[in-house]
């Protein structure tokens, strides 16, 4: 009897114990989304949580390093031991982007418009690098801004590479509408990943922004998963949809020339030359 007293009182604190550490991330991810520091009532009301909740935890990670509190304001910031846990993740984006940067200044003078570098961030993607279109009107490309999976055509060559029940997944989840043209609707959007398999690339036609239209291909490592994108972008008058293919194919011819230096072979490459033992 005592045992059975004793197995819910287990699980109690096993789900207070998750539920703490969910809220620290919240904190952790509303620090990140400001440049500015933020004290505790306004951490409180960004992240939906307790002021005693908020005030609790960030002692916890301020003892711990991953937040730092400014002695003038009292407010906070992330901390140093951030960067420290961010290292290796850090490093594998430098060597990324070391390589991928000489392929991204030719394409980027090829077609005239901004060239991006992408990486899978969670639900989304993020881009890590950029290169400007010389143009005056030019689609921004912000390094760092996290965008949803589903109206950018980055997101979309992620989406049409991941595992299937990963796609499954995100495909039941609610898919925000962020302009007319944006695809909502999972059998469409099926359809369209089915699409970028067939042809090696994704597309987006004003699904993120009106007026912008971007086309992305993949970038493979060794073993042959996809770890980045290199995206086009630029806007719907110049970059029109009878370019796009045209485009693509630049895209892509520098998104195999990245795969290629990361140690990727492709699979016809490597029929032709069978390692035998």
């Known amino acids: 009897m005592e045992e ?12 207070e114990g998750v539920q703490a550490v969910k809220r620290a991330i919240t904190i952790l991810k509303t620090l990140g989304e400001e440049e500015m520091e933020l004290g505790v009532s306004e951490l409180a009301r960004r992240s939906g949580l307790q002021k005693s909740t908020v005030h609790r935890l960030l002692q916890t990670l301020q003892r711990e390093g991953l937040v730092e509190q400014n002695p003038e304001t009292g407010k906070y910031r992330l901390g140093l031991e951030i960067l420290r846990l961010a290292g290796t993740v850090l490093r594998e984006l430098e060597d990324l982007q070391q390589v991928a940067r000489p392929f991204l200044r030719a394409l980027a003078e090829e077609c005239g418009e901004t060239v991006n570098l992408t990486i899978l961030a969670g ?5 890590v690098d950029r290169i400007p279109s010389p143009h005056r009107v030019r689609n921004i490309g912000w390094i760092g801004r996290k965008m949803p999976l589903h109206c950018v055509s980055a997101g979309k060559v992620f989406l049409a590479y991941m595992p299937e029940e990963e796609v499954e997944r995100f495909l039941n989840s609610k ?3 962020l302009t007319k043209y944006t695809i909502t609707d999972p059998a469409k959007l099926r359809e369209e990943l089915q699409r970028v398999r067939e042809l090696g690339y994704g597309v ?3 699904e993120l922004e009106e007026g912008l239209n971007a086309v992305a291909a993949p970038i493979r490592d060794y073993r042959g998963k996809v770890v980045a994108a290199i995206s086009v972008s630029g806007p719907s008058f110049r970059l029109t949809r009878e370019k796009i293919p045209e485009v693509a194919e630049l895209t892509k011819r520098a998104a195999d020339e990245v795969s290629r ?14 390692i035998t033992e």
Not at 123 to 127: E, S
């Open 123 to 127: 639900d989304g993607v993020i881009n």
């Open 261 to 274: 230096h990361l140690g990727y072979v492709p699979e016809q490459e490597r029929s032709l030359f069978p």
């Open 204 to 206: 987006g036609l004003e």
């Open 175 to 177: 898919l925000p509408r």
């Open 4 to 15: 059975e007293k004793r197995v819910p009182k287990e699980t109690s604190r096993r789900r």
